[in-house]
């Protein structure tokens, strides 16, 4: 099993930015596929980007393109999620997960592993 835990959350005024971070412990990190989600209350959990196991493809949700990077450091274990020019409507909480796949397909592989999820809040 892989361990996922976030930080980087919190408040923000809109057009502002933030990184998340998502530490990794346990089985090898490069063995996953990492992606970003988010949830608001009443809502289900929505795609937001996505890392394949080297970093060399990436993939994101409509409205988060040109304003968020995924990125990922395997020398460190961690997935990053870089969000800029946020909006009130990015507010959410955020969670990474883990899918142990060879081949990437962004929102379709199996995210077997999450982490407790950061609380970001974009303030008009």
């Known amino acids: 099993q892989v361990q996922l835990a976030e930080s980087g959350g919190g408040l923000v005024q809109a057009g502002g930015s933030l990184r998340l971070s998502c530490a990794a412990s346990?089985?090898?990190?490069?063995?996953?596929?990492m992606g970003w989600f988010r949830q608001t209350p009443g809502k289900e959990r929505e795609f937001v980007a996505a890392?394949?196991?080297?970093?060399?493809?990436?993939a994101y949700t409509d409205s988060v393109k040109g304003r968020f990077t995924i990125s990922r450091d395997n020398a460190k274990n961690t997935a990053y999620l870089q969000m800029s020019t946020l909006k009130p409507e990015d507010t959410a909480v955020y969670y990474c997960?883990?899918?142990?796949?060879?081949?990437?397909?962004?929102?379709?592989?199996?995210?077997?592993?999450w982490g407790q999820g950061t609380q970001v809040t974009v303030s008009s």
């Open positions: 997960a883990a899918a142990e796949t060879v081949r990437f397909r962004g929102p379709g592989n199996k995210y077997d592993y």
């Open positions: 346990g089985r090898t990190f490069s063995n996953y596929a």
């Open positions: 890392v394949s196991r080297s970093g060399s493809s990436t």
